[in-house]
């Protein structure tokens, strides 16, 4: 699998202003968009981060998706429960 192959994302938790989390596609960022949501990413709690194929990234994002609304619903899923619901997006 060549990098291109693949997306680099991180799901982190807003330290600042409400606590919520988020998740941010590092590779997908464009020019006028990275620096505001890097920056918001380092300002928060790192929580899982990882890649994701190409191949089907559509499908994995909304299993993020998922993931991120069960975590701002308060059911504090484990790296390896992130882990095993996206085991077919994952290289």
Do not use: C
Not at 7 to 28: A, G, P, Q, S
Not at 67 to 86: F, H, P, T, V, W
């Amino acid at each position: 699998m060549f990098e291109s192959d693949k997306i680099l994302f991180e799901i982190y938790r807003d330290k600042k202003f409400n606590e919520k989390f988020h998740v941010i596609y590092y590779t997908e960022l464009t020019e006028s968009t990275k620096y505001t949501a890097i920056n918001q990413a380092m300002a928060g709690n790192s929580y899982f981060d990882g890649f994701i194929k190409s191949f089907k990234k559509d499908d994995a994002k909304q299993v993020i998706d998922d993931i991120i609304k069960q975590l701002n619903d308060g059911n504090m899923l484990s790296k390896d429960e992130i882990r095993a619901r996206l085991k077919d997006y994952i290289p």
